[in-house]
């Protein structure tokens, strides 16, 4: 694809700006709405669809010039909504799978994997996208846009992406019908290597998580 048609001036930049308030607010509803726990035999797999969504927007926003907002200063959105019972239900929810296994930069040599959680990611997603979400209410559309793309590139693009390889891997375990690891349990505070990580991992077949969070292996 062409710089020019990444960087193509002939769409109006306030629908370029619904467009991506669009994505971002459907996320938010729809994870929220996934956190209630109202169905969740569909969970893992409409997290998967909601999050790779998400990174459709962020890859127009990380593709588009640098957005400069009106104002020198960022004024203040208020202040931020608490997000810890919605991290609680979606790791009460996502239970058997919530901890794996992440690399944060791949681009820097010999770092060993770390744990992380899918519910304290998506929370912390959510609250950079309510962030910008509050200036774009307030009407503030410069200063939404611009804080939507500098924390993509800065923290909720890589947390979304990670995520989304942990969705796309329990999904493709059990419709494969594959053992998974499991890391639940683990310290997700503590950087722990390769052997720390081997070692206190068990085995957990497939059939134990597949009932309750709605996949089924292929036949």
Same mark, same amino acid.
């Given at each position: 694809m062409s710089d020019a048609t990444l960087h193509a001036t002939h769409q109006n930049p306030d629908d370029f700006a619904v467009q991506i308030a669009d994505q971002i607010e459907s996320f938010l509803v729809a994870v929220t709405e996934v956190a209630r726990g109202d169905e969740p035999a569909s969970a893992v797999p409409f997290l998967l669809l909601e999050v790779s969504q998400l990174l459709l927007a962020g890859g127009r926003l990380g593709a588009h010039e640098d957005i400069v907002? &009106?104002? $020198?200063y960022e004024p203040d959105p208020g202040p931020e909504q608490d997000v810890d019972e919605l991290r609680e239900n979606l790791a009460r929810l996502l239970d058997p799978v919530d901890v794996y296994s992440e690399v944060f930069d791949p681009y820097e040599p010999r770092k060993a994997p770390?744990?992380? $959680?899918i519910s304290d990611d998506l929370t912390d997603v959510i609250t950079d996208l309510r962030h910008g979400m509050a200036?774009? $209410?307030a009407g503030r559309t410069s200063e939404a846009l611009w804080w939507w793309q500098f924390s993509y590139f800065?923290?909720?693009g890589s947390t979304a992406s990670a995520t989304l390889r942990a969705l796309q891997s329990v999904v493709a375990h059990v419709r494969l019908d594959q053992p998974l690891a499991e890391? &639940?349990?683990l310290d997700t505070d503590e950087d722990l290597g390769d052997e720390t990580l081997e070692a206190e991992a068990g085995r957990v077949m497939v059939e134990e998580i597949a009932g309750p969070l709605g996949l089924r292996p292929v036949k």
């Open positions: 907002p &009106d104002e $020198r770390v744990p992380a $959680r200036h774009y $209410r800065s923290n909720w890391l &639940d349990g």
